[in-house]
């Protein structure tokens, strides 16, 4: 498996404009996260998703920001309209078993770096 | 206020030295800690993990410790390389809420 892959890697886009994110979690993994890093905060929790239903969406910072995962193989985050305090790393992580919640491995992507000018 | 805090911020040692890096956190009761490796540009690897009921665990030349009664957690680097190079952040689960509680990370830097 190529691991959870995350597009695009690069996101610059201006002030007011729609973003999306996009992952593919590792194949049979029924958990998904979504997490934001940024310097001053660090890593924090968005959202994450069980067997393709949101759980635990308390770290979405504002309606702006919302996440689905249509099927086991595909989830986005979309951030409408977008501002430069949303410039940040995020990164998409899947698990097999309750991951970062268990005693479970969970698997990082490689994170897309969006830029809110 | 559940936190995870971790020393020292940043470090610099030269190849082959030994180093070590603390947590200290407030979270209880815990389920597990963690210690990830994230390199620039990439994301969290893991390189440990331990239940309350663990003392020590190691991965190579990464060896974990933990403390449960006084909530405390290290991490040791052995004979470290230049690859070894990177953010080393500690993760602590809270068991009530299921959370997860993230350290700010030490920024390990190995020089020749």
């Known amino acids: 498996d190529a691991g959870v892959i995350q597009s695009p890697r690069h996101e610059v886009t201006e002030m007011g404009q729609e973003v999306t994110l996009r992952c593919k979690p590792i194949s049979g993994h029924d958990y998904l996260f979504w997490y934001r890093q940024t310097m001053m905060r660090g890593l924090e929790l968005l959202i994450y998703f069980n067997n393709n239903v949101p759980i635990d969406d308390s770290g979405m910072p504002e309606d702006r920001f919302s996440a689905k995962m249509p099927n086991a193989s595909f989830s986005t985050l979309k951030i409408q309209p977008s501002e430069p305090r949303d410039s940040a790393v995020y990164f998409c992580a899947s698990s097999p078993g309750q991951g970062l919640r268990g005693n479970t491995e969970a698997f990082f992507g490689q994170g897309t770096r969006l830029t809110v000018v | 206020k559940n936190q995870v805090e971790q020393s020292p911020q940043s470090l610099i040692i030269l190849e082959g030295k030994n180093c070590t890096l603390q947590?200290?956190?407030?979270?209880?009761?815990?389920?597990?800690l963690r210690w990830y490796k994230q390199d620039t540009g990439r994301g969290p690897v893991s390189l440990t993990i331990?239940?309350?009921?663990?003392n020590t665990k190691s991965n190579g030349r990464y060896t974990a410790t933990l403390d449960a009664d006084t909530k405390q957690s290290s991490l040791h680097i052995t004979a470290s390389q230049l690859s070894d190079s990177a953010s080393y952040i500690c993760v602590v689960s809270d068991s009530n809420t299921g959370k997860l509680i993230f350290g700010q990370g030490t920024t390990l830097q190995v020089k020749p």
């Open positions: 947590c200290n956190y407030t979270v209880s009761p815990f389920s597990n």
């Open positions: 331990m239940t309350f009921s663990e």
